[in-house]
């Protein structure tokens, strides 16, 4: 049975937070050789002191204390430790402890930690150090490329990459995406950037156009968020990228779920890398370290039944998709009360955010709301912010510049609201939220996981809660999500705390023409995205009660919408696209194989039956023609009773798009059997 747990605002905010483990042993590090220039005398590793992780992701071991498997400790250059020190960064992560030193040593990586772990430390130390250590000029071309699936986490990741660089005065950097002025960038490659930050399609647009943008001494290419990549459609301009860069380079490849056991991301690591790749998932051995650790606690308890209990909810905890701060639960909630249950969340929240913030004189609550198309988004916030109730919006069809003002205002903001899709979804760090809340259901349980991971991010020790809105058909995705080891129990609302407005809601949706015109954009984008679920088992369209989703959109009525998968219309895919190569960096949903075969094969029968018509009636004008024509002995042909209608239509006055002009008729005029409306 699952535990139910009551939202109220009584109750900080209705939700219980979660044992955490502690005393995390650190993982051990992996055995590779490092370069002599790197390492120190050989010395006892120091004990690493007593760190306060309230999310378990630190290990207690600084940057200075970094050692090889031999003992060796590994010294960073003067600067990268003096723009540690200036950005507060003293212990090392889990992952960073794992793979900096392999990366140190040259070595192919594909990293997998779970969100908030600190993975951009992890492959930017070491494109830095190398930098350093080879004295890198502009003249020298790139010597790194940092590849990103969307422009806000490269804007991100470049952010992190200027802070650690702004020690080293002769190191340059650079970003390149989709968006921003394309002959600027050309001009700063054409100059010599040492570190690239790019998205894909900008990255080849460049590769393949730009003269003067050198790549051939390229030292290390690193893939974020490979997985997320091929999923958005960028399969073809990687596999053209990769074979445009040097082949003796070192490749590293990251993500949050798992990398190695994905079909397309492994034949994506199999033409990246050369070699045989170092794979390190951080969370198993952070995992197999805590169960080691909790069986030795049970032995020197003599297996009480206390000592027991406390480890196996340690082991749990560990196990867990998710990072161990996050609270999740969700609610079923019918399609008809989907707005209503979302504005009383959301006006609760922020009331009692005010409210503290009058009395505590503490933050409000910082929200992220996940939609699944761009045009729900558009018709929420215009929505919201119209009942008084502000909000901004974020999604792939805005405009670049409106992109990186909105992230880095709600980056900025202690508290708000934020509509998005999924362009919010992965790697990207927005300090201090307090809520994920998913009012659209993700494509599947590695998308809720990469949502999740928006909350209760790195060493902080700030709580997180994630919330998910579940239509009565939907509760299968459950089994799922536990199956993909997350963690979520179901939450109610009480009745009384509900408040009502769905009559007001339709009333305003009909009385106001944009915004009605805005709903029906986003009731339509919602069914279509809706079929092209990649879980059609739980998620089918054709289960789902129509009437009862368009009250969700204000609707009393729903209105008419064509749900064939190759029809669809722009608002409903999150995508960017220009002139200049520019990348599909958001939540393009995939449509199922079956689905486009189905399609496929449904609209080569029509064809196949329209070509047969018309051959039957070629066949029979044919056969009248000879009938007619058959005292002279030929037949004639198709064309020239074509050539002879025209003639006829001319001298009538009847051809074309436009009045027929001749010596009869010198002023156009139509002729009096011509009864069209526009000419």
């Given amino acids: ?283 198993e051995l952070e995992q197999k370290k805590l169960q080691s650790s909790s069986s030795m606690q049970v032995q020197e308890m003599n297996s009480t039944h206390s000592s027991s209990s406390s480890s196996s909810s340690s082991s749990s905890s560990s196990s867990e998709a998710t990072v161990v701060g996050v609270h999740q639960g969700f609610i079923v909630c019918p399609a008809q009360m989907r707005f209503v249950m979302l504005f009383t969340f959301l006006s609760t929240m922020s009331n009692i955010g005010a409210d503290k913030q009058k009395k505590d004189g503490k933050k409000g609550k910082k929200i992220l709301v996940f939609f699944s198309t761009c045009a729900s988004v558009e018709f929420h916030n215009a929505l919201l912010n119209l009942v008084d109730i502000p909000c901004t919006a974020l999604h792939g069809k805005m405009k670049q510049q409106k992109r990186t003002t909105t992230f880095f205002d709600f980056c900025h903001a202690t508290s708000g609201i934020m509509l998005c899709t999924d362009v919010a979804a992965r790697g990207l760090d927005i300090p201090e939220v307090d809520w994920i809340v998913q009012y659209d259901p993700p494509d599947d349980p590695k998308e809720y996981i990469h949502r999740v991971g928006r909350t209760a991010r790195g060493v902080s020790g700030i709580r997180g809660r994630a919330l998910l809105f579940v239509l009565p058909e939907e509760m299968q995705f459950l089994q799922f999500l536990r199956k993909a080891n997350v963690p979520i129990e179901e939450f109610t609302v009480k009745k009384e705390k509900i408040v009502d407005v769905q009559k007001q809601y339709e009333s305003l949706v009909a009385a106001n023409f944009y915004l009605g015109r805005m709903a029906k954009d986003a009731f339509r984008a919602y069914l279509q995205a809706y079929s092209a679920h990649a879980m059609k088992t739980i998620f089918d369209v054709y289960h789902l009660d129509i009437a009862a989703v368009a009250r969700a959109f204000g609707f009393d009525q729903p209105p008419k919408c064509d749900l064939e998968a190759e029809q669809y219309d722009a608002k409903n895919i999150d995508i960017n696209e220009d002139d200049s190569g520019d990348e599909m960096d958001q939540d393009k949903h995939s449509i199922d194989q079956k689905q486009k075969s189905k399609v496929r094969k449904k609209k080569q029968s029509q064809m196949n039956n329209n070509n047969n018509n018309n051959e039957q009636q070629q066949q029979s004008e044919s056969e009248s023609d000879n009938i007619i024509d058959g005292q002279r002995g030929h037949q004639r042909p198709n064309n020239w009773m074509r050539k002879k209608e025209i003639q006829q239509r001319k001298r009538q006055g009847k051809f074309g798009d436009s009045h027929s002009f001749s010596a009869d008729n010198p002023y156009g005029r139509r002729s009096s059997d011509d009864k069209r409306q526009f000419k």
């Fill in 1 to 283: 049975m699952s535990k139910r747990r009551r939202i109220d605002e009584n109750e900080e905010d209705g939700i219980v937070s979660q044992q955490k483990p502690e005393d995390l042993d650190q993982n051990l590090p992996v055995k590779v050789s490092l370069p002599q220039s790197l390492l120190r005398k050989k010395i006892e590793t120091p004990q690493a002191p007593s760190v306060a992780d309230n999310n378990g992701v630190l290990t207690g071991i600084s940057f200075e204390q970094m050692c090889d498997d031999e003992g060796n400790i590994i010294q960073l250059h003067k600067n990268t430790q003096n723009a540690l020190k200036k950005m507060r960064i003293q212990y090392m992560t889990h992952i960073q402890q794992q793979t900096i030193p392999s990366l140190l040593a040259g070595r192919d990586v594909i990293g997998t930690a779970k969100t908030g772990s600190g993975k951009t430390l992890a492959f930017l130390i070491p494109c830095i150090e190398l930098m350093a250590q080879t004295n890198w000029r502009r003249i020298n071309g790139t010597a790194c490329v940092i590849i990103s699936p969307t422009r806000e986490l490269a804007l991100q990741t470049y952010s992190t990459a200027r802070e650690l660089m702004t020690e080293h005065a002769t190191l340059t950097h650079g970003i390149i995406m989709g968006g921003a002025k394309r002959d600027k960038e050309a001009d700063a490659l054409q100059r010599g950037v040492g570190l690239l930050v790019a998205t894909p399609g900008r990255l080849l647009d460049h590769l393949n156009s730009t003269k003067g943008f050198t790549v051939k001494y390229m030292k290390i290419l690193v893939i974020d968020e490979a997985d997320r990549i091929l999923q958005l459609g960028f399969e073809k301009e990687l596999r053209a990228i990769i074979n445009i860069l040097p082949k003796q380079r070192q490749t590293m490849l990251f993500s949050a779920t798992n990398i190695s056991i994905q079909s397309n991301t492994k034949d994506l690591a199999r033409i990246a890398i050369q070699g045989k790749p170092l794979e390190i998932n951080a969370s």
